[in-house]
């Protein structure tokens, strides 16, 4: 008996704090899954990274050997200020000193990557007033994106997922859900095919150093506003019609972002995902305050309705040419 009034207690509990419990198993699924991430990442890149450490020493002391005039010491000062530059996003390899950075269409694909949060981190504002300017621009410009691509993602997804969906559901009488379900998986196929296998392919092409894998990789990473910025388009010392070729990577990036941004709300917009949504989410209970707001605000609009009939009825009396009649008039008329 004891334990079945127990039982029942702690079902009750769970039952009144659910959402807290959902929520405390979201922190720790989060926190498992950095954690499996952090541990499959190191497995997989730090014997790749030891290699790479191995290799670059037995060149450091190969080219010390053969020039024994410079010291190490001078040749660690002079890696340290290319490697600097680098960070910059200057180099001082002759194949690519032909490549400026801040021109006009380098800039405005720093920009665009700027704004998006994209960030590659490939170039970098050098001068003090570059990086004064680069808040400045940014604290104004990232939420002006955000605006703009929400104002864009409310107009096109009417277009894209709303308006097909109620009309395979209205038209042909399927469930709306199961409407819905297939729309987003349709729509986020085409979205992947668009947006990142044919682009794959096509910089797998213009780019003479990429495979399809590191293509797709770069796609993936900048449509993600990930940005690690290991691989960007353009940079190649023999890159032709550089300039066309920024642009059209501007106009990519931006137009892919609010791709992915419909098939994140079309996906978001499904019932399934909403309830699941919920289960994480603080329910919220109706105060008291709220109660008799509702109930003042009802009231005020009951007293505006009634005094507005009592002024149609004193504007009705008040009219010239209007004569009231009484309903015994009325009936008598009727008699006759």
């Not at 002006?144 to 864009?152: E, H, I, P, Q, R």
């Not at 609010?258 to 917009?269: G, H, K, S």
Request: hydrophobic content about 45%; some cysteine.
């Amino acid at each position: 008996m004891l334990q079945s009034l127990a039982g029942s207690s702690c079902v009750r509990l769970v039952e009144q704090h659910r959402s807290a419990w959902c929520f405390a198993l979201l922190v720790l699924g989060y926190l498992l899954y950095l954690v499996f991430g952090a541990v499959v990442f190191s497995s997989v890149e730090l014997p790749y990274e030891d290699l790479l450490r191995q290799e670059l020493g037995k060149l450091k002391q190969r080219f010390l050997e053969e020039h024994a005039c410079l010291s190490e010491q001078q040749l660690e000062q002079f890696l340290m200020r290319v490697l600097e530059a680098s960070n910059y996003g200057v180099s001082v390899l002759s194949n690519a000193s032909g490549n400026w950075n801040w021109d006009f269409t380098s800039s405005l694909f720093f920009a665009s990557t700027v704004l998006s949060t994209t960030g590659y981190g490939h170039t970098v504002p050098l001068s003090d007033g570059g990086k004064a300017f680069c808040i400045i621009y940014s604290v104004i410009g990232i939420p002006f994106t955000l605006l703009f691509l929400t104002a864009v993602v409310q107009r096109i997804i009417v277009y894209v997922t709303r308006r097909p969906v109620l009309y395979f559901h209205i038209r042909w009488g399927f469930s709306k859900q199961v409407v819905a379900i297939i729309h987003a998986v349709v729509l986020g196929f085409i979205t992947v095919s668009c947006f990142f296998l044919i682009p794959a392919a096509v910089f797998s092409v213009l780019e003479d150093d990429w495979n399809f894998l590191e293509s797709f990789y770069f796609c993936f990473i900048s449509l993600s506003t990930i940005g690690l910025g290991d691989y960007v388009p353009g940079e190649g010392y023999n890159q032709k019609f550089r300039e066309l070729y920024k642009i059209g990577i501007t106009c990519y990036l931006l137009l892919g972002l609010i791709a992915m941004l419909v098939v994140l709300e079309t996906f978001c917009e499904l019932h399934e995902l909403k309830k699941f949504r919920k289960l994480f989410y603080v329910k919220k209970d109706k105060e008291e305050d709220q109660v008799n707001i509702m109930e003042h605000d009802q009231l005020s609009f009951s007293s505006i309705s009634d005094q507005a009939a009592s002024m149609k009825d004193d504007q009705k009396a008040n009219e010239p040419f209007v004569a009231s009649q009484s309903p015994t008039s009325n009936d008598s008329s009727l008699n006759n």
